[in-house]
C-alpha cells in the first residue's frame, strides 16, 4: 500500500454528505474482514475516478463511491456494519 | 447541486471576499463574508466550488482558520503550484469576488474547549491552519486547557501566522508554541531543527501519562510518521486524531 498518497475518511466529508444526507465523519463501521470499530473520518481513503475507503487497519475495502450521471453508486464491501446516530 | 435548499442536502452558498492576508509568499488568508452561513467548529472545513466559463467545475476542501464569528468563514490557503484552485485563491482572488462554498464539514477532526486537554496540536506545512482555529478558539474562550502547539516548516520564512503565535505564546498562560524548521534557518534561531520524529515528540509533546488530545495534520508522509511515533510513545490511538492532505508536492 502506497503510504504517501491516502487522505482521511475526514476529506471525503462533503462527498458523505451528498450520499448520506448528512455529517458522517464521527459516524463509526465495523470492517467484517478484520473486526476493527472506527469512524469513518479515521478510515484511510484513496481518491481515483471512484473514491476507496479502506479500513485503518486491516487496509480492506470497505466502502467505494462512484459518480455517474444519476447521481451516486456506493458499494459496501468489507463493511459489517455502520453506526448511524439518532 | 444549486438551487432550492433540500432538508439534508449541503448547499453551496455564495461567498465574498472582504479581506486578504498574505501570510508567507506562497500563503494567504482569505476572510470571506457568507450570508446564511450555519457557523462551525474549530477543525472544520469547507469545500470550495470554482466555475470557468465554460461550465467546468473544480472542487477542492480547505480547513477554516478562525472560530466561528457570525457569517464569516476564514481560509488559509497555500499555492499548489499544479492545483487546480489554489492558484486562483493566491493569485487571482480580490476582494469582492464571489465564490461558491458548502460546509462546515468534517467533524471528526474538531475540537471546542469543553472537551478539554490537554491539547496536543501538530502541524506540517498548512497543515497548521485547522490546528490554529483550535488554539485561537481556546484563547477566544479564555479557556484553561494546556496547550503545546508545534509546527514544521522548511524554513523561517515558511512559518504561518509567526508574531500571532508569538504574542499568544509570550501573553497567555497555558500556551506553549514551538517550531522546527526542516531546511534552512537563521543563524539566530533558537527553535528546532530537523523533521518531527519520535525522539523530537518524546522531548516536545505531552508525555502519554497525561493522556493529552491530539490533532496532527499535514501531507501524508508527515502525519503517518508523527502519528507511528505518538502510538509507540504509548498515546492512545483514540486520543489521536489525523487529517492528510495528500502527498508533498
Redesign the interface.
Known amino acids: 500500500m502506497d503510504n504517501e498518497r491516502h487522505l482521511d475518511g475526514n476529506a471525503l466529508a462533503g462527498l458523505f454528505h451528498d450520499v448520506f444526507g448528512r455529517e458522517m465523519t464521527h459516524e463509526c463501521g465495523c470492517c467484517s474482514h478484520c473486526g476493527a470499530m472506527n469512524q469513518l473520518g479515521a478510515a484511510w481513503v484513496f481518491r481515483a475516478a471512484g473514491d476507496v475507503v479502506r479500513c485503518p487497519n486491516c487496509e480492506s475495502i470497505v466502502m467505494v463511491i462512484v459518480q455517474n450521471s444519476d447521481g451516486f453508486r456506493v458499494s459496501f464491501e468489507s463493511l459489517r456494519w455502520l453506526q448511524i446516530s439518532a | ?1 444549486a438551487g432550492a435548499a433540500l432538508p ?3 448547499n453551496w452558498l455564495i461567498a465574498r471576499a472582504t479581506e486578504i492576508i498574505e501570510e508567507t509568499q506562497r500563503v494567504r488568508s482569505i476572510v470571506l463574508d457568507c450570508p446564511g452561513w450555519p457557523g462551525h467548529l474549530p477543525g472544520h ?1 469547507i ?1 470550495i466550488r470554482l466555475t470557468a466559463e465554460d461550465g467546468y467545475q473544480a ?1 477542492r ?1 480547505y480547513s477554516i482558520a478562525r472560530p466561528a464569528d457570525d457569517e464569516e468563514v476564514v481560509i488559509t490557503v497555500e499555492l499548489v503550484d499544479e492545483g487546480e484552485i489554489s492558484p486562483f485563491l493566491i493569485e487571482d482572488l480580490r476582494i469582492g469576488d464571489r465564490i461558491e462554498i ?2 462546515p ?5 474538531v475540537w471546542e474547549p469543553s472537551r478539554g486537554g490537554p491539547l496536543q496540536l501538530i502541524g506540517g506545512g498548512s497543515g497548521v491552519v485547522p490546528l490554529m482555529a483550535m488554539l485561537r478558539a481556546r484563547v477566544r474562550a479564555g479557556s484553561d486547557v494546556p496547550v503545546r502547539y508545534l509546527s514544521s516548516a522548511r524554513s523561517h520564512d515558511d512559518l504561518i501566522y509567526r508574531s500571532e503565535l508569538e504574542s499568544v505564546s509570550s501573553e497567555v498562560e497555558g500556551v506553549e508554541v514551538l517550531h522546527t524548521l526542516t531546511r534552512s534557518k537563521p543563524p539566530d534561531w533558537t527553535g528546532l531543527e530537523g523533521r518531527v520524529d519520535r525522539v523530537m515528540l518524546a522531548r516536545q509533546a505531552w508525555p502519554s501519562f497525561t493522556r493529552p488530545l491530539c490533532y496532527v495534520c499535514g501531507p ?2 508527515f502525519v ?1 510518521t508523527v502519528a507511528n511515533s505518538l502510538v509507540s510513545l504509548g498515546h492512545q490511538p483514540s486520543r489521536i ?7 508533498t508536492n
Open positions: 447541486m439534508g442536502r449541503l472545513h469545500d472542487q476542501s458548502r460546509g464539514v468534517g467533524g471528526y477532526f501524508t508522509g503517518e486524531k489525523t487529517e492528510r492532505f495528500g502527498p
